[in-house]
Structures are given as structure tokens and as C-alpha cells.
């Protein structure tokens, strides 16, 4: 496995900038795109070393998510597709702050693959890369290769693919039986992530409609938003990588009679940059249309993916003339100015909640004995959403501290875990033990047929906006709801948030999920007394994983207060 010489060689062509020191945050490494290149190269190294220490195939997804364009990162996928268990973090960071190639060889040898170093390696192993589309890709892509390499283990590049496609495909991977022909080890291609969901979705969608619309547009239009099975969905591909992989969605939706038009591509005659004013993360945050949506009429069916397609909001344009918008600003986000009436991450979760609670009411009561349901939130969870969630639901709900891999731990310890964070990156997890009931029942039981197929619609892996989308189209046009009908299922209660620079932000420790300030000593009883003051009011401060800020929320019963609370709270906090 393990040549000192090969690797400080290698190691040699990725010199770490003297005054960077990346620490594995949120969702791995994130920086300037100039700065990470070591970075890169190292993880290279780690994925092997643990595809070599677990004796499975790894994976590594090269993206700055819903950043800049100018940004990039990295993040490690394990075996079964989930992210690298946090218990690794630390020894990634400290490799990947070696400040020279003799630090970085020991480190591998010495902290990460110890006993492991000396065993020859196998030929059998491989580490999956995708990256997204952004312009330091390809540099960055050709760091990842080396590192792979220079532990003498396959290196297979699926080129741009999504965050959600590659973490199925590691996963995918592991699952396939090794074949013995070909040089190197037997992997998936990308069709089988489209395989696998696209065919749950074809057998739970009846076959296309005998009489199409000629022109294909007689169900779309201005009434979209209106019409809950069918229509036009414009969709705000972020410039990124959804782009092309959603367009592999058209012939699908058509089943339902839904027409999608993408938009924000990354069509470079329209000139969209990356994430800048669309995307997920900009829809959801500043609540207002993206770019390219400026023919897109009120009251139409939105929804918006992040530049790596692992998050998912639904809106409808408002104003302009629009004949629903009015309606629909009261039916929802009060929150929004004139804009957008948003569907966030909590509202696709309850949506999803609602519907597989409809399944569970008509499965025999046998099969759910001693099965456990669980919805997952953080404390970003509108108030609102927590409590239809108690009591209308009355669904179980965890809170955990913001970042997924914090809700889909906590997901996976239920049979069937619900999980979305507000900002839509969120999945369904399935207990073996609940597949296996599903599957002995499937035959007899069309409601069991169907939760079956729904896990295999469902990316098992991490959030998904492909699946997402599908979910979310296929359980409207269950239900004939409009965006209208979905939005009224609750009222959010109105919110604000604040990004505050300051000049520490590790001086903010927090607790319980998240939810009260542990230090400085004294802020959480002045937050606490702050909130009193507001009828309904609730308000939380934390630092950012992501970002060197702290973080404000507040919600309260109008956005009037909601604001003010959220005001004083960073008074507070400064
Ligand atoms: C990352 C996380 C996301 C979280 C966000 C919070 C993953 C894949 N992504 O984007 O879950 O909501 O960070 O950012 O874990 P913040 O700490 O800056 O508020
Ligand atoms: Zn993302």
C-alpha cells in the first residue's frame, strides 16, 4: 500500500498555503477555491486510505454547495453512501494542515492507516469523484486523482454529477457484485441512479395520458400555481449542476401531465453566475423571486435546487398583477415582502409527512408494530411547522443542531425518519426493518406496494432534489392540491434571520440543539427576557459552521416584531 517515496513525490505537486488552515466544518472542507488544491490532494489520500481501512469503495464530491462561485470544497462519502462519521474529522484536518509532504506521509501512515500501512494493496478498491460546475473543478478534480493514486488505488471521475447522484453511487457501488473481467473494479454508470428512481416513479405514476395537449400547453399558463396535478413547474436550476441533470426529469413528469421549464441553467448566452440571486439558498433566505423568473406570472408553480442539487424550495411568484398572489401571501409566509410565497424545507417535510401518514392509516396493523416514525428538525424549524407536527400530526419530532449529518443521524435511529431542514435539504430514511415488512407485504397490500416503491423514489443516501422534486409533484398529484392547498396545511409564523460579523464567533457556544447560548455567560437570560416581551415570540443565536458570523433567528405572532426581537437579540449579542 504504502510507498513513503510515491507519496511524498506526489505529495510534493501539492504544497498547502503557509497561512491556511482548513478545518472540516459543516460539510467538509470549504475556501477560495485558490487556497485548496492540498486540501484536495489529501483528501485523495484519506478516501483511499479509508476504502483500504473499511476494504469497500469510497467516494469524494468536489462543490461549494449554494457558495460562490469562487468558492469550492470538499466533502468525503463512506461506504454506504452516507458522509464520513465525525469521529474521522479531526484526523482530517490535522492532515490536511501538515505543513509539509514528511507531515503528511506520517500522518497517513502513523494516524490514519496504521497496521494497514504494511499490507499490500488491493486491486479491487476504487474512490467515485464528482464534482460540480464550477470553474475550479477541473483543477481541483486533478488533485483528488493524484491523491487517489499515489495510494495505488482506483480512481474512477464521474465528471459533474450532483452531491445527492454521488453519494447514491458510492453506495451503489458497494452494493454490486465484484466481476472479474476488466482491469479495474466493477463500477456503477450514472444511469443506474436514474434507473433505480425513475423506475420507482414510473410504477408509482399511471401510464402517460392517451390525449397529450397538442401543444403541450394547455394545462400550463398563469394558473399553474392553481392547478395541482399538471401545469408548468419553472425551475431555478442555480446556474449549476441541476441544469443538466433535471432535464433527465422531462419525459417522467410528463406522466403527470407536468411540463417543466428550467431556468438559470448556465446557459452562457444568458450570462447566470452560480448561486448569484437564485438558487435554493437565495430563495429561501432573502425570499424573493431569482433572476430569469421575470416572465414567470403570479401565483405560477417554482421551485428552486442549490448549485449541487442536494436542496429543494417550492415558491410562487406574487404581485406584479398576478391574480392568486394576494391569496396566497395570506395562506403562508406572512414572512415574505411582496415577492414570493415561499415553501420551505419544513413545508416539503410536513408534505411528506402528510402523505405517508395517509399510507401508514392503510397498512395492516401488524406490519407497524413496534415500528418507530420520526420527523427531524433543527431550531430554524418554523414554530408554526413544529407544532402541526404535535398536533395535527402528532408525530414524534427530534431537534437537532443544524447540518445534516446531525438530522440523519438522528433519522436512521427510527425505522422511518422524516427529515428536512428549513433551508430544503432533507430526505426520507427506511429502516432494513421496515423494507423487509414492506416487501413479505408488498403483494397483498397496495398501500405497502406503494411505501416500498416511495423508498426507492426516495434517495436513501443524503437529500435530493431530483427525488425531491418527483416526491413532491407525484404527492400533489395524489392529492389534487395546488401550491395553495400545500401552503395552507399550516402558517408560518412570521421570522426574521441576521448574519452578524463579529469579532469572535467562537466566544458563542450553544446547547440543547442549538436553542439556548451556553457562553458568553448572561446572553442566553437576556435573550430569554427579550423573547418574553413578544407574544408567540421565539429567538436563538449561533455561530455559523460555514461562514465566520453568528446567526440570528427570531420569530414571533407579526413581522413587525418578529423583526424587532430579531434586532435586539443581535444588540445583544454584539
Ligand atoms: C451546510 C450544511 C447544511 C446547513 C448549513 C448551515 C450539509 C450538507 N450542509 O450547508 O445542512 O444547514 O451548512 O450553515 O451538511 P451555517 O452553519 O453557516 O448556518
Ligand atoms: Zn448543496
Not at 396 to 421: M, N, Q, R, W
Not at 508 to 535: H, K, M, N, S, Y
Request: glycine residues 10%.
Amino acid at each position: 500500500v504504502f510507498d513513503p517515496d510515491t507519496l511524498r513525490r506526489a505529495s510534493s505537486a501539492y504544497t498547502k498555503p503557509a497561512n491556511f488552515h482548513p478545518s472540516y466544518g459543516t460539510a467538509g472542507f470549504r475556501a477560495n477555491a485558490s487556497l485548496l488544491p492540498s486540501t484536495v490532494f489529501r483528501c485523495g489520500l484519506l478516501a483511499a486510505a479509508r476504502a483500504i481501512l473499511l476494504n469497500a469503495h469510497t467516494g469524494l464530491m468536489i462543490t461549494a454547495s449554494h457558495n460562490p462561485v469562487e468558492d469550492n470544497g470538499v466533502k468525503m462519502v463512506d461506504p454506504d453512501g452516507g458522509m464520513m462519521p465525525q469521529s474521522f474529522e479531526a484526523v482530517a484536518a490535522e492532515l490536511a494542515n501538515c505543513d509539509d509532504d514528511d507531515a503528511v506521509v506520517a500522518v497517513l501512515r502513523d494516524r490514519v492507516l496504521g497496521e494497514q500501512a504494511s499490507c499490500s494493496s488491493p486491486q479491487t478498491l476504487a474512490v467515485l469523484v464528482g464534482h460540480d460546475t464550477r470553474p475550479s473543478a477541473p483543477e481541483l478534480l486533478a488533485a483528488a486523482l493524484a491523491g487517489v493514486r499515489a495510494l495505488n488505488v482506483h480512481a474512477r471521475s464521474y465528471g459533474c454529477v450532483t452531491t445527492p447522484q454521488l453519494h447514491f453511487l458510492v453506495r451503489a457501488a458497494n452494493q454490486l457484485t465484484p466481476s472479474q473481467d476488466g482491469p479495474g473494479p466493477a463500477l456503477p454508470e450514472l444511469q443506474v441512479y436514474f434507473d433505480a428512481i425513475l423506475g420507482a416513479f414510473s410504477e408509482l405514476t399511471p401510464p402517460p395520458l392517451l390525449q397529450q395537449p397538442a401543444d403541450g400547453t394547455a394545462a400550463g399558463g398563469s394558473d399553474s400555481g392553481g392547478s395541482g396535478s399538471g401545469g408548468t413547474l419553472y425551475v431555478d436550476c442555480a446556474n449549476g449542476v441541476g441544469a443538466e441533470q433535471i432535464q433527465r426529469l422531462v419525459p417522467a413528469l410528463q406522466r403527470l401531465g407536468v411540463e417543466l421549464r428550467l431556468r438559470n441553467t448556465g446557459d452562457p448566452a444568458r450570462g447566470g453566475q452560480l448561486n448569484h440571486r437564485c438558487g435554493a439558498d437565495f430563495v429561501q433566505k432573502d425570499r424573493l423571486p431569482p433572476t430569469d423568473f421575470d416572465d414567470v406570472p403570479a401565483g405560477a408553480r417554482c421551485c428552486s435546487v442549490d448549485g449541487d442539487a442536494d436542496r429543494l424550495v417550492y415558491f410562487s411568484p406574487v404581485g406584479g398583477g398576478g391574480g392568486d398572489a394576494g391569496t396566497a401571501t395570506e395562506a403562508g409566509t406572512a414572512a415574505a415582502p411582496a415577492g414570493i410565497s415561499l415553501l420551505d424545507g419544513d413545508k416539503v417535510a410536513m408534505l411528506a409527512a402528510v402523505y405517508i401518514g395517509d399510507i401508514l392509516n392503510q397498512l395492516p396493523s401488524e406490519l407497524l408494530e413496534g415500528i418507530q416514525v420520526c420527523c427531524v428538525q433543527t431550531a430554524y424549524a418554523n414554530g408554526a411547522a413544529t407544532a402541526y407536527l404535535r398536533d395535527v400530526l402528532r408525530l414524534p419530532t427530534v431537534c437537532t443542531p443544524t447540518g445534516v449529518k446531525y438530522l440523519h443521524e438522528a433519522a436512521h435511529s427510527a425505522d422511518l425518519g422524516i427529515y428536512f431542514e428549513s433551508n430544503g435539504h432533507g430526505t426520507v430514511l427506511f429502516s432494513e426493518q421496515l423494507l423487509t415488512r414492506l416487501r413479505a407485504a408488498a403483494e397483498g397490500s397496495p398501500a405497502a406496494r406503494e411505501l416500498l416503491l416511495l423508498s426507492g423514489l426516495i434517495n436513501q443516501t443524503v437529500g435530493d432534489a431530483i427525488s425531491g422534486v418527483l416526491l413532491v409533484e407525484l404527492i400533489l398529484s395524489r392529492k389534487g392540491w395546488t401550491l395553495r392547498d400545500w401552503q395552507a396545511l399550516y402558517t408560518d409564523l412570521p421570522s426574521r434571520q441576521l448574519k452578524l460579523k463579529v469579532a469572535d464567533r467562537g466566544c458563542i457556544t450553544t446547547g440543547d440543539a442549538e436553542r439556548v447560548c451556553v457562553t458568553p455567560a448572561g446572553l442566553q437570560d437576556a435573550i430569554q427576557r427579550t423573547v418574553e416581551q413578544f407574544p408567540r415570540g421565539r429567538a436563538f443565536a449561533r455561530p455559523s459552521g460555514t461562514e465566520d458570523a453568528v446567526r440570528v433567528y427570531a420569530e414571533a405572532d407579526t413581522q413587525e416584531q418578529a423583526d424587532e426581537l430579531a434586532r435586539r437579540v443581535a444588540v445583544q449579542v454584539y
